[in-house]
C-alpha cells in the first residue's frame, strides 16, 4: 500500500464551479503537507502549505488538513479554465524537506 | 526569480548507455533531489542530497547513482539505461527543512530509452 493515496481522476468541472481535492495517509509521523500543481510539460509548483492539523486560505484556496483522519483536502472555489492543471499533494515528516507524493489529480475546467 | 535548471527537455538514448541527468540551482540550496514521475505512481523519490557530496538513497535507487561535487549542481546517473527508465525526471532543491520545506522544481526531462 502507497504511503499517499489520491484520486488520479480526471475530475472535469464547469468554470465557477467548486473543486474539491483530497489524499489519504498512514504514515503518522508526517506534520508538513503541501499542494503543487503542475501544468502540462511543466514542472510542478508550490501552490499551499500547512504545518499540522488545520485549515489555510489563500485567495480562491483552501488547505484543510486532519491529522486524526490521516485526510487533507484541497478546495478551489470560483474555479477558472487557468484552473485546469495536475494536482499533487505532498507531505513530510522529517525536517529536510524529503517528499512523499500523492499520484496527482487532473482537473480540467470548462468554460 | 529562483530557479532550477535541468540541462535537457527531452532524451532519447539506447539501451545500455550511460546517461547523465544535469541539474543546477541558483539559490545556494543545500537539499536537493531527484524524483521520476510516472502516470498513476506520481513523484517517486530516486536519490538526495544534503550537502556537497552527500547522497542519500531515496525510495527507488535500483538502477541510479548521483553526484553533487559542487552545491549548485546535482546529477542523475543511469548506469546502464533500461526501458523501464523511460520517464519523467524532475530535479528540485529546497533551502532547509522544517516550516520551510517548499521545494523548486526544474521543468523536467523526459527520458525515451529504446
Known amino acids: 500500500q502507497k504511503e499517499v493515496e489520491q484520486d488520479p481522476g480526471p475530475l472535469s468541472v464547469p468554470e465557477g464551479a467548486i473543486v474539491s481535492l483530497n489524499c489519504t495517509y498512514s504514515?503518522?509521523?508526517?506534520?508538513?503537507f503541501m499542494w503543487y500543481r503542475q501544468y502540462s510539460r511543466k514542472g510542478p509548483e508550490l501552490l499551499m502549505y500547512t504545518y499540522s492539523s488545520g485549515n489555510k486560505e489563500d485567495g480562491r484556496f483552501t488547505a484543510q488538513v486532519d491529522k486524526s483522519s490521516k485526510y487533507i483536502s484541497l478546495f478551489i472555489r470560483d474555479s477558472q479554465p487557468s484552473d485546469s492543471a495536475t494536482y499533487l499533494c505532498a507531505m513530510s515528516a522529517d525536517s529536510w524537506g524529503k517528499l512523499q507524493f500523492g499520484a496527482g489529480t487532473q482537473v480540467v475546467v470548462t468554460p | 526569480d529562483v530557479k532550477v535548471t535541468q540541462s535537457s527537455r527531452y532524451l532519447v538514448k539506447r539501451t545500455g548507455e550511460k546517461v547523465f541527468l544535469e541539474c543546477v540551482q541558483d539559490m545556494d540550496h543545500e537539499n536537493m533531489f531527484w524524483y521520476r514521475q510516472d502516470p498513476g505512481l506520481g513523484l517517486r523519490l530516486i536519490y538526495f542530497?544534503?550537502?556537497?557530496?552527500?547522497?542519500e538513497k531515496g525510495d527507488i535507487p535500483e538502477g541510479y547513482s548521483v553526484s553533487r561535487e559542487k552545491k549548485e549542481r546535482f546529477s542523475l546517473i543511469l548506469e546502464s539505461a533500461s526501458t523501464n527508465q523511460t520517464s519523467m525526471y524532475l530535479c528540485?532543491?529546497?533551502?532547509?527543512?522544517?516550516?520551510?520545506?517548499?521545494?523548486?522544481f526544474g521543468q523536467g526531462t523526459r527520458l525515451t530509452v529504446v
Open positions: 504514515n503518522s509521523a508526517f506534520q508538513y
Open positions: 528540485a532543491s529546497i533551502r532547509g527543512g522544517g516550516m520551510n520545506t517548499e521545494a523548486f
Open positions: 542530497s544534503y550537502d556537497v557530496k552527500m547522497k
